[in-house]
């Protein structure tokens, strides 16, 4: 079996009280220790880290400036690393916020001072072949340790958030490596007595052989070069549709529907693999971007390879993510690929929606004319029917009150004719009686 490529040592050290007689030489020893990571001596761990000549002492950014110019001018390493552990201002150390300056290092020997934690010392070693591609410097080494110790701690039954830890990135030796200093900040565990405690100095051996996997993992699983890749298929992929849209978008609007949410990991499972077919014949349409699909493949298979043989050389076995890895990539392209065709389906949808609806308006125009012409014409008749009705109804009253005033008056003449009549009678029977006598 070949050497591993990655080397993880972690020792612990227990809190002893400042008047604590040791039992046996062996304690003695374990006490010295303890007192050296404590920062309780006059040369202590962190000032071990931060010595001359053993770590790189520029800041993050400037040595990610310093990468890119010493790639295009191919300056000598000899001469960047003299660079580098010769520049005064920094003090080579960093934790999870970056780069440790000679205050923020001081307060770090003031905790561990205090703390009665178990404190405990980590050592990443990597062979050189490995530490070239993957941790050739203090900011790819910061960046590896801050994403990957969170995960370790859980592990080894510690809380993230209650851990205090310190780095240094060590260049003195032919295997560049990691020192880890971490321990508690507070009391979160119960003893048998029912009181708070700090954790117990033992970590568990599988969280120590699974760390190294982590960071092979780490490191295998977002290489520049497939990550570029996938992102270039993505947009070839969306601008291969963008200028097809009388053939491809017009079939795919037939044929993928009942649509609720046009998120690709919303779809239904069969309008998924609907769309991943269309995303296969886009690919295979193009001779170039069939190429760079065919690389991402192949970069992904070797990285899987590569995965797995890390867990097989460190005695680990792979997690369901280190398995699962290739497959999940490719699921994730697909993913980002569908949901930017969804966005362009989405919108000539909704341009073919709106068309089809003005379309149907100008057929339909004239029958609506027509039909609200009757319906005037309609509640034109109404109105006047019921106006007919109305003033007839009026007239109809009036004639029969004129008709019985009428009449009334009729009867007034007749009933007076009569009167008059029978006076004028009278008037003429007296006269001839006057007369006759």
Known sequence: MNAPLIVHHVQAHQYYSPNYVPKSEAESKRMTASNFYRCNNDFSILQYLTRKNSCEKLDNDLINQLDLLVEEVNVPEEDYLHYQNDRPGSTGSFDKNGDISKQKLKEYEKKLQKTQSVVWSSILSFTPEYSDAFVNNKQKAYQMI?????KFFEKCGLEPNNMEWTAAYHTNTDNRHCHILFWEKEKTKIDSHGKLCFSKWKLPKKALEEYK??????HRSEPLKYLFQRDVIRSSVTSLLKNDKSTILIEMAKNITNINSYQYARLSKENRMKLNH???LIVKSNKQ??????MYYNNLY???RAILKNCIENNVVPSPEQKNFMSSRI???YNRCGNSILKELKEYNLLSEDLHKKKTKIKNEPKKKLANNNRIIRQTNAINRSKKGFIGNIMSSIIIILSEDVSRQNDILNHWNIDEVQEENERRYMSEKDWKD
């Not at 996997?213 to 780490?218: G, L, P, Q, V």
């Not at 971007?289 to 065919?294: A, R, V």
């Open 146 to 150: 801050s994403d990957t110790i969170n």
């Open 213 to 218: 996997s982590d960071i092979a993992y780490y």
């Open 278 to 280: 269309y995303i296969d």
């Open 289 to 294: 971007l069939n190429s760079t699909w065919e």
């Open 302 to 304: 070797n990285t899987q």
């Open 331 to 333: 699921k994730e392209l």
